[in-house]
């Protein structure tokens, strides 16, 4: 039996799950191998830039290598990683400067994701590009409610913002993108 | 329709980047290796330091206890006072009021009265050929109503006013029962093991390369010895413990070569010795063809014998045995256990004899033996220990290697 979305036996991935418990490098190697580059993406997604998700996705994964005694093979193996890399993510954008958080809404963000304007659709690159280019509260609370499936309140919580400043953050964040996705959307309507 | 079109937008993004792979730079592994790579030292540190503090606490309480021993050795006399000869097997409490006391083969004790015998440990014996001297009582044990003498080594005691004592250092054994020399110790010792591999096949990748992917985890050994109480100092100690040490070896490659009997097998190279894995495939490979084994497991089971000379430093309750000798080592069983694949080969399990190993060998012992005596006859040890093989364990081939484990052991010794 395949593991969703992988090329690995579930089989295959409980013997490489104990073998990082055993500190064995060869597994940890063919876990990241397997998941390194779904979790890029995800990373990407919560980060600015390359560099950033980089950052994220290491700091995750040395977690994950760590803590993996805490796994207790109830559920997907990959959700719980995405938990570890959004909560790295999370922790990284919470130390960020207050000034890098209260980057207002400006003519610059629409003119910024204007240059991702296409008549024949964006491809998945330039839809990360896009989210990256949201003003940081935007893309977080944009990434935990739509690929995530979090609630405001949940949101609210987790960043340490109100309900309302959530939403106002996931309107942004909309307004954003669909002016990108507007030449698509026409096709589609 | 703008819920609508904020729905679309979730939706076309969602689709997209969900199940989305983007490959990340090689550099992040690398660093990520380099972190596990600190953590793994930090890890050896941390327990390294562990070992050294005990080591440290063992030595310095060593030496504590050997310094309060010559200290009491040579502190100043008791002075012996008017005394009461108390016939063996009289029951002291009647005369002193503190404990009951039959005294097994001392002809006959003398003791003072007013002190309590027990917490003292102080006993005045009279020797037959009526020379007094004071014994201290080493190992009271107060079994119901009776304290058992055991031993009794003798102090040198001065003259007191009241009493003529001989100044002369006289030992008293119970020579009568030899029985009384001999204890033997159960225990059961937790071990680090490790090896040190000797590489012949430097140009080839079978040496000591091998060494890099094998992992030491936990290895044990149990057993018993028995002691033999020479004199008052030293003690040799012999026995049987059986022991067995684990370890895994990264998955790694493994060429098909040609066996003993001429058949086309997998090779799988341990730093103790080799297994061969038949192929799982209906063609059989070529020499040279390779297949992936996944993490293996390696177990070698010993049954050990060993001869060790121990010197014997005793302080009131608490006694150390400090000695070193010779071990000789059986092997009962070797065994790998690993899991093959790779195209063209379905995925086997393998539990297979690791060969290449001989079957008996010489090593070298150092241990200790901090011993806490409940009563004359029961003991609780600790007992930390190194042992090295003399020789290598395999026989002649690309690697040997000479195996060596740090043990902290825990036993309870018995009198008899």
Known sequence: MIVNGTDISIRELHILIAGCLKKDRSSQRKIYEVYGSRMMTLCLRYSKNREEAEEVMHDGFLQMYRCIGQFKNIGSFEGWLRRIMINCALQRYRGKSIQDHEVSLTEDHYLLVGEFNSDIGLNEKEMIRMIQALPPACRMVFNLYVFEGMKHREIATLLNVTEGTSKSNLYDARSILMKQLSAELKIAR | MGENLHNHVDNRLRESLLLHKTNPSENVWNKIEDELEKDEKRITIIRSTRFVTLALCLIIFSGISIFRYWSVKNDKPYIARPLQNISIKTPLHNISGKTVVSVKNPPTIITKPEKNLISKQNILLEIPDEEYTMANLHFPAVQGNEMEINRIHMNQVKQSNDFAIKEELLIHQDKKS???????????????????????????????????????????????????????????????????????????????????????????????????????????????????????????????????????????????????????????????????????????????????????????????????????????????????????????????????????????????
Do not use: C
């Open chain 2, 178 to 416: 030899l029985g009384k020399k001999f204890s033997f110790t159960p225990y059961f010792s937790h071990e680090f093991a490790g090896y040190n591999p000797v590489d012949h096949d430097t140009r080839g990748s079978n040496g000591k390369e091998i060494d890099v992917q094998q992992r030491n985890v936990f290895s044990a050994s149990a057993g018993v010895y028995f002691n033999f109480k020479v004199n008052k100092n030293w003690t040799i100690q012999s026995g049987v413990s059986y022991s067995w040490a684990n370890s895994y070896l990264d998955s790694s490659k493994s060429y098909a070569v040609k066996d003993y009997e001429g058949n086309i097998q997998f090779k799988l190279n341990t730093n103790t010795g080799y297994g061969y894995l038949k192929p799982s495939s209906v063609v059989p490979p070529n020499i040279g063809d390779s297949i992936l084994t996944a993490k293996t497991y390696s177990q070698l089971h010993y049954l050990t014998i060993p001869l060790v000379l121990s010197y014997n430093i005793s302080m009131k309750r608490f006694s150390l045995m400090v000695g070193g000798g010779v071990t000789f080592n059986i092997k009962t069983s070797g065994m790998l256990e690993t899991e093959t694949y790779g195209p063209g080969y379905p995925e086997k399990e393998y539990t297979v004899n690791i060969l290449g190993l001989k079957k008996t060998n010489f090593g070298m012992i150092l241990k200790a033996d901090l011993q806490y005596h409940i009563n004359s006859r029961i003991g609780i040890d600790l007992i930390p220990s190194f042992k090295n093989t003399l020789g290598p364990i395999n026989l002649p081939g690309a690697l040997s290697a000479y195996p060596y484990n740090f043990g902290i052991g825990l036993g309870v010794s018995y009198r008899l």
